[in-house]
Structure formats: C-alpha cells, structure tokens
C-alpha cells in the first residue's frame, strides 16, 4: 500500500515569509507525527495528533510554529515569517494506535530559508 | 538529560562482516519501546526492527538482530553479513509512557559505511 507522502519536496523561501508543509498519512493511521531534522540538533519532536484527541504541541520550537489535521487525514505545517534557522528537513510519520505500534516516515520536506 | 546516547559517531565494517551499532537509553519508566531506523543518504527514514520492554527474546528481522540488555539499559543493532547498500546513518530512538501513541526520542546516529 502507499506509504506517508508529503509535499513539496523541496521548499526554498525567503526569510519572513509564510510557508506550509503537507502530510498524508498512511490509510487507517490515527497517529500523526511532525519531526524536524536540521544539522547540529539531530532528529526533534514538533507535534503529535492522535485521533480526536487535543495535539501534543510540546515539540513546538516558537509560536511562529503551527500545525492542524483536518479530517483525521492530512496535516498541514504551517511556519509563519520563517527565520533561517528554520532551514532543515521536516519529517512526518503515522502509526495506528495500538501499543508501541511501529511510526513510518514520509520521504520529508527540505526547507531552505535564505 | 540525553535518553538515547550512541556513542559511534561512525563505523566502517568490511563487506559480509557483522557490525554491532550501540545505543543506551536512559528511562524509569517500565513500559517503553526501543527502534532503529536506517537513513540513506536520500533521506528517508527506513524503519528496521523494534524492541518492547517486555519482550522477553531479542527482536529479530532478516539480518537485523537487537541485543538488548535490559538491566544494562542498551540496545545494541547488530548486522550480519554486511551488504554495500548497508551503508547509511542508523538511528536508535525510544518511545516511552503507558500511551502507545508517545513521541519518539532519537540519538544522534551513526553512520556506516561499508568497504567492498
């Protein structure tokens, strides 16, 4: 079956602009993950959606950060007057919700800031 | 304080070698989970093989083998038979907490590169 997908694949943008970043998940994963993967800070929790549930949005590195699932499906990133800083690959994964159920990741989102 | 230290920044192993990749995790509490997952340089993330707290015999998938060591809190990936296309960065990462939805906690990886 297809796997996590996410769009674009690469984004380059200029410093203050608003960018969004696509997820869609696995068919039939209730869990949604967003990873941030930048040189220097290895891999970093962002947000996590579960179901109906409220998000965990613990990993959120500034309010500039925000993230929304619409449907139960696809979830869209959302980083608004992007820094440079920014600049890294973003990382979304799903998994089912039973215990300690396997999160497969999507190819990512290479974000440049200039 | 670090969860998940690996402690090889790189390896190198020769072709149809094993390799043993290091992790220790660091948690109190009894319900976790352990995984390695394989980053080529195309930069997906290729889950390999996981671990419960509670699984009382290593996990094992194909050439993939996890020694972990409960008490010593470690979880080793070994690779048996090295293939050139092992060569990639390995990820250990942790998931803890009762909920089975929990984020994962990465460790800094290791790359491989494997000799022909």
């Known amino acids: 079956g297809a796997g996590v997908s996410q769009s674009p694949s690469n984004k380059v943008t200029e410093k203050g602009k608003d960018v969004e970043l696509r997820c869609d998940p696995i068919?039939?994963?209730?869990?949604l993950y967003w990873y941030r993967q930048s040189l220097g800070q290895g891999l970093e929790f962002l947000i996590y959606f579960q179901g109906n549930s409220a998000p965990d949005k613990s990993g959120l590195p500034s309010d500039r950060f925000s993230a929304e699932r619409t449907g139960g499906s696809v979830s869209t990133l959302t980083i608004q007057r992007t820094q440079q800083e920014d600049s890294a690959v973003y990382l979304c994964?799903?998994?089912?919700?039973?215990?300690?159920?396997?999160?497969?990741f999507g190819p990512g989102t290479r974000l440049l800031v200039l | 304080a670090q969860k998940i230290t690996q402690t090889q920044p790189g390896m190198f192993v020769q072709e149809k070698e094993a390799v043993t990749l290091d992790c220790t995790y660091d948690?109190?509490?009894?319900?976790?989970?352990l995984f390695w997952y394989k980053q080529p340089s195309s930069g997906e993330m290729i889950f390999l093989i996981y671990q419960g707290s509670y699984d009382e015999q290593n996990a094992t998938e194909g050439r993939y083998s996890l020694n972990f060591q409960k008490a010593r809190k470690s979880a080793n990936l070994v690779i048996s038979a090295s293939q050139l296309g092992d060569s990639a960065m390995y990820f250990c990462?942790?998931?803890?907490?009762?909920?089975?939805?929990?984020?994962?906690?990465f460790g800094a990886g290791t790359i491989l590169r494997v000799k022909s």
């Open positions: 948690t109190s509490d009894q319900s976790y989970g």
């Open positions: 994964a799903s998994s089912r919700i039973v215990k300690q159920e396997t999160q497969y």
């Open positions: 990462a942790m998931r803890e907490g009762r909920s089975a939805g929990d984020k994962l906690v």
């Open positions: 068919s039939g994963h209730t869990a």
